[in-house]
């Protein structure tokens, strides 16, 4: 069974078929990629009936040499931390291609492009060997930098160039940490591996780090310079304002997508391979993510172009994925996983809609819109929908995540692991939200509509439906959060363990035992959840 | 009827909600107006009912003994566990029976109101989704759903505000305040979550994980906060903030008078009688935590005075109707503070019931004249309306009469009588509310007592600016010409001009307002006599301050509120029973200073808003110029341009092959990476 390989290579495969069709088959050529990302989809979802999340052991895992030569392997493996996130990217694939049928400039290029992206973002949420991971990290970097410059808006060679140079940049950084990470690996073991699993055995005994503990705070960084700038975090966003506004509408949708990258690659490395060093890191990281949440809301309030307050709105959003992943309390650590689904699909409702505006008239900027509401009237329900999700208003999905990373700042802020003034500006950041999504609406939908705006049609049926359905996750996400989270928790507990636990007293993914602990954990969640519920 | 069956309650209104919005204009086309506000007032009128049923079938008791339903879970997140519960208990069904009773009247007042509105659906939709939001926030039985209703409420709020969406200062007013309630939110917010991180900190104490659910809450908090009572103070100020922002206390009222761009039944329903009283039920649910802090029950005492005098202040120098009576909102509820806060909690419910009366039946009876004045607000412009609308006046007099607490110690009171002279008793009475010996509840107590005399004066002067006087003064607007009515055809109102007769209005307008009035004659001394009231609400003493007395054995307060009460009204008839005096007409320059600081609310209001939307939109501006595309977009296109030189070279190979340029990409840095890594290894050999 080689279920992972199998939908992480579906859509690149797909998308070699598509270069063999002619180009002229525009048609064909977009139905086929809607189909492969459908497949791709329906693929993904055997993950659900084959997951079992009393385990925190990686799953379905695939495990074969690579390069031999170097150690580097061929290793996939899903657990609660990367099952909603491969969902998340195949279901979000197949929006993005569906909003994108009206491309009509090369169009077998793009959707090649698409594929490749969904590939590459697939393969990073599932490789569990370091190599494996940064290949398929930079792989993402190729289909964006094209969609942005060849699909992209008037500023496009500016954006793309911003963002190849960030991420190549950050890139570095990463590789030199990968590099580090199987050179001590070698040291400590005397065998060359990138694989993650056995580096982390070697961390949870304490022996990696034990001869190499100046060098840990250095690696740390390496990967989190890398991260952060693909999350991004404050100082290192100043590429995803540009990215947004020049993408092609599907463009924004997967990099929605493509930052939780940034997050995941914390959540998955910079937890759990640096345990020693974390709690000196955790300030820092903490300052920046309250940063960016205070600082992406102020200057979203200003913006002239719909999408760039929604990329200023990222920043902000992150900071409180960012804040809940360091607290190192189980339920920020959850906040945080949790949020970064959220924050995909609230992202992707609003850039759908905002793409389907464009569509109609070619601008996302304020000054060209205002009075909507009389115009557009679903497409003007719709809207407010989306933007109460990015405001986190109770009863949609971005309220649960974003409360849960909040209790979590508080209760490690309580505890004296940062300062509480932090969180107190950090929870500032939900009014700023309401200041800057608030004044977009405003700017969009009230007023008098403009005499030349007087054409615009409605939303038809395709693109209701097609926003119904992430209106439908927006409730489910915020009605029963525990659909979503049940699966993560045991993955996210003993991701907290490896990053708090003393030395010799940190679970590894191989540890036979990890699967009996977690059923136990699970049995008396559920024995808790019965008291509840008499 | 048994209290499990309160999710009967919060169904009608959501099921109401989800008609009105995915069927109502269908509804509307085939059956008309009539069959559509029907099925917008049913679900309320139901869930009226059920409460009424469930209310008769509770023997109050204590909140201990409350009996919470549950329905489910929402939120398990670790050890923290938030299910679905709804508390039925004394204090929550007060509120029920007060938000579905005068909702349904206001509804059914709305459907005569907006008749000759385009969007009638739109607005039942929202209506409806405030009733059930409104119901979550005072059914949940943990500070969470709490939250819910609490910005769900702040949502229908900001979406009737801005009803009339062409104008863009309606949008201005809704978003000021949703943001300045946000502000509140941010408050509450942290004082949820240090209540949170204070329980578990305390280890099992509360063991299910329901940090949030009152019956596990406040006893856990009680036991706790009695060895910290700084910790009381702050949870029970960060409380307050949250409270001040819904109700509208000061610095944070600013967004209540602007609020009144939404159409009447909403200033009426949500901006009186029922949301902005929500921070009242927040303190008196969590009366536990100001019980052990004088110091923030002080605070809170202070701020509702000011707020109740401040606001009173600003009424006199309002000629806008709707206006007078939202300043007239925030003052009262300033006096509900005054009780809260020194500890009579059931006074400051108690009030929040019988505002909920006459403030209903002022607003509405407002509406009718502003629907009779073809939606003229400016009092300037009415006069002698008893000749026209002699049921609304008659109503109105009645309210006021009430809001004026007029009444006869020891006989007879009209509503606000008796819950006045308990928050005021309360506060005289009482020594809890008091910073290092000074007793600030007291205080509050006598600038309340002024703050009374104030508000019969300013209600007299709406009162009589209104009905009284023989000039009607719209005869003096010169009368337009109609050019044809068809550039008009979609808007609701034509003008107030000279040939404007006002017409009493319609029966679904005027039977909410007897109701109301009847209610407000008759439902203090109801509610009040032998206290059944405060018995019902608060069965036993008080779990720290005990009894808590509304009757200072010293002061002869009664005599000295009736005084306040009457007297008011007198001078208030002294100087407006014949009209509009010279010195307050539309030359506003030639109004006193004190009255014009008054109009302007002393500069507050455009102070704050030059300091945050201007001074903010600076801010914002400059750190995005600066910062963001000066600093760190410099230092990285400085980098691109280095680098750009040597890219030059390889320029040539990229034209236009794309995909050969992608696939060298990858080639080369693979290769690079490999090479990278096998020099490394055989370094470290």
């Known amino acids: ?534 | 009827m048994n209290y499990e069956s309160i999710w009967l309650v919060l169904l009608f209104p959501i099921v109401g909600f989800l008609v009105q919005a995915l069927l109502g204009t269908r509804i509307e086309k085939m059956f008309g107006r009539r069959v559509l506000g029907a099925l917008a007032v049913l679900p309320i009128l139901l869930s009226f009912a059920v409460g009424l049923m469930i209310t008769l079938g509770t023997k109050g008791g204590p909140e201990a003994s409350a009996s919470i339903a549950q329905l489910g879970h929402w939120i398990d997140a670790g050890n923290l566990r938030i299910p679905f519960e709804f508390i039925v208990d004394p204090l929550s069904m007060t509120m029920v029976l007060i938000i579905t009773g005068i909702g349904t009247l206001i509804h059914l007042y709305a459907t005569g109101y907006m008749s000759e509105e385009r969007e009638y659906a739109r607005f039942f939709t929202y209506m409806n989704l405030f009733i059930f939001s409104m119901l979550i926030l005072v059914l949940g039985a943990n500070l969470l759903l709490l939250f819910v209703g609490w910005e769900g409420v702040g949502l229908c709020s900001y979406l009737l505000i801005g009803f009339w969406y062409k104008d863009i200062a309606n949008s201005k007013a809704a978003n000021k305040a949703f943001i300045v309630n946000r502000i509140g939110d941010w408050g509450l917010t942290l004082g949820l979550l240090l209540i949170i991180a204070l329980l578990m900190s305390q280890h099992n104490l509360i063991a299910d994980g329901r940090y949030l659910s009152y019956d596990s809450m406040l006893p856990a908090l009680k036991s706790v906060l009695q060895a910290n009572p700084i910790m009381a103070t702050a949870i029970g100020l960060l409380l307050f903030v949250g409270a001040a922002g819904k109700s509208a206390q000061f610095p944070l009222y600013l967004w209540l008078p602007d609020a009144m761009a939404g159409p009447t039944p909403v200033s009426a329903l949500i901006h009186a009688a029922t949301m902005v009283t929500s921070g009242v039920v927040l303190l008196n649910r969590m009366h536990i935590v100001f019980e052990m802090s004088p110091v923030a029950s002080a605070v809170i005492c202070v701020i509702g005075a000011f707020t109740a005098l401040f606001a009173a202040l600003i009424a006199f120098g309002q000629s806008d109707i709707k206006k007078v009576l939202a300043y007239s909102t925030v003052s009262q509820l300033g006096f509900m503070f005054i009780a809260c806060g020194s500890g009579a909690y059931w006074a400051g419910m108690f009030h929040v019931t019988t505002h909920a009366f006459f403030k209903a039946l002022l607003f509405l009876g407002a509406g009718a004249v502003i629907h009779a004045m073809a939606h003229n607000q400016d009092m300037r412009n009415y006069g002698n309306l008893r000749k026209y609308l002699p049921i609304t006046f008659w109503t109105m007099i009645l309210g006021t009469l009430a809001i004026c607490a007029v009444g006869i110690p020891g006989v007879f009171g009209f509503a606000g009588f008796y819950s006045k002279e308990a928050i005021l008793g309360g506060a005289l009475a009482n020594t809890h509310a008091q910073i290092e010996g000074v007793q600030l509840g007291q205080i509050s107590g006598w600038i309340g007592l002024g703050v009374a005399a104030l508000t019969s004066i300013y209600m007299t002067r709406l009162t009589c600016l209104t009905f009284l006087g023989k000039e009607e003064r719209w005869r003096n607007i010169p009368a337009e010409t109609h050019h044809g009515d068809d550039d008009h055809a979609d808007e609701h109102h034509h003008v107030l001009d000279a040939n404007h007769t006002p017409k009493e209005v319609s029966p679904s307008m005027w039977i909410p307002l007897v109701v109301l009035a009847l209610l407000s004659v008759g439902g203090g001394f109801m509610l009040a006599n032998n206290g059944v009231f405060e018995h019902w609400l608060y069965p036993n003493d008080l779990p720290v301050l005990g009894k808590v007395s509304t009757e200072p054995s010293n002061i002869p307060l009664a005599l000295y509120s009736t005084i306040a009460a009457v007297g008011g009204i007198l001078l208030g008839l002294a100087f407006y029973a014949k009209g509009l005096p010279k010195n307050q007409d539309f030359d506003e320059s030639k109004w006193s200073g004190l009255r014009r600081a008054e109009r302007d609310q002393f500069g507050f209001d455009n102070a704050m808003t030059v300091a945050t939307v201007d001074g903010g939109g600076d801010i914002a501006n400059g750190l995005w110029q600066w910062f963001d595309i000066g600093l760190v977009d410099g230092i990285v296109l400085g980098f691109a341009k280095v680098s750009g030189g040597i890219g030059l070279i390889l320029k040539r190979c990229q034209t236009g092959y794309i995909r050969l340029y992608a696939l060298m990409m990858l080639v080369g840095f693979i290769g690079f990476l490999s090479y990278f890594a096998y020099a490394l290894t055989q370094g470290g050999r």
Not at chain 1, 263 to 281: I, S, V, W
Request: with cysteine; net charge neutral; proline share 4%.
């Open chain 1, 1 to 534: 069974m080689m279920l992972l390989s199998v939908i992480t290579f579906l859509p690149l495969a797909a998308a070699l078929l598509l270069m063999l069709l002619p180009e002229g088959k525009a048609k064909t050529i977009k139905q086929g990629a809607l189909v492969a990302t459908g497949l791709t989809f329906l693929v993904s979802l055997g993950l659900l009936t084959k997951f079992d999340s009393g385990s925190y052991a990686f799953q379905l895992s695939e495990n074969h040499p690579w390069i031999t030569a170097l150690g580097v392997s061929y290793h996939l493996g899903v657990d609660g931390i990367s099952l909603w996130l491969v969902l998340l990217t195949t279901f979000l694939s197949v929006i993005a291609v569906a909003c994108s049928l009206k491309v009509e400039t090369r169009v077998r290029a793009f959707m090649a492009c698409m594929l490749m992206l969904e590939s590459a973002m697939l393969g990073s949420f599932l490789s569990l060997d370091l190599v494996l991971f940064f290949v398929f990290f930079e792989m993402t970097l190729i289909p964006m930098w094209l969609l942005i410059n060849i699909w992209g808006g008037e500023g496009r060679a500016k954006a793309a160039n911003k963002f190849l140079i960030y991420t190549f940049a950050g890139s570095i950084f990463m590789l030199v940490g990968i590099v580090g990470l199987g050179y001590l690996q070698f040291q400590t073991t005397g065998e060359l591996s990138f694989d993650l699993v056995k580096i982390q055995e070697q961390v949870a005994t304490g022996k990696f780090w034990a001869g190499a503990l100046t060098t840990e705070p250095f690696i740390f960084w390496a990967f989190a310079i890398a991260l952060l700038v693909k999350t991004p975090a404050f100082p290192l966003h100043t590429w995803i304002p540009d990215t947004y506004a020049e993408s092609p509408t599907a463009g924004p949708i997967l990099s929605s997508v493509m930052v939780k990258m940034g997050t995941y690659g914390l959540l998955r490395f910079c937890l759990p391979l640096f345990p020693d060093t974390l709690p000196n890191q955790v300030p820092i990281m903490v300052t920046l993510a309250v940063i960016g949440i205070v600082y992406g809301a102020i200057i979203a309030a200003v913006q002239p172009d719909m999408r760039r307050v929604m990329a200023y709105s990222s920043l902000s959003h992150m900071g409180f994925i960012l804040l809940g992943i360091f607290s190192l309390t189980r339920i920020g650590l959850l906040g945080g996983a949790y949020q970064q689904l959220n924050h995909g699909i609230t992202a992707t409702i609003l850039f759908l809609l905002i793409g389907f505006l464009y569509q109609r008239k070619g601008s996302t900027l304020f000054k060209d819109y205002g009075g909507l509401k009389s115009q557009m009237p679903i497409f003007a329900a719709l809207f407010l929908i989306a933007m109460l999700s990015s405001v986190g208003l109770p009863g949609t999905n971005g309220f649960v995540g974003e409360f849960l990373a909040m209790v979590g700042g508080f209760n490690a802020a309580y505890n004296h692991q940062f300062s509480l003034g932090l969180i107190v500006v950090a929870v500032f950041g939900v009014v700023l939200a309401a200041v800057y999504m608030l004044y977009m609406f405003q700017r969009m939908f009230y007023g008098e509509v403009k005499e030349d705006n007087k054409t615009l049609l409605d939303l038809k049926g395709p693109e209701i439906a097609l926003a119904g359905v992430l209106v439908v996750f927006i409730l489910w996400g915020g009605l029963a959060p525990n659909t979503f989270m049940n699966p993560m928790q045991t993955s996210l507990n003993a991701t907290l363990k490896m990053s708090t636990g003393k030395a010799g007293q940190r679970p590894v993914w191989t540890d036979t035992d990890a699967f009996i602990e977690a059923k136990k954990e699970t049995t008396h969640r559920l024995a808790m959840t019965a008291k509840v519920n008499p």
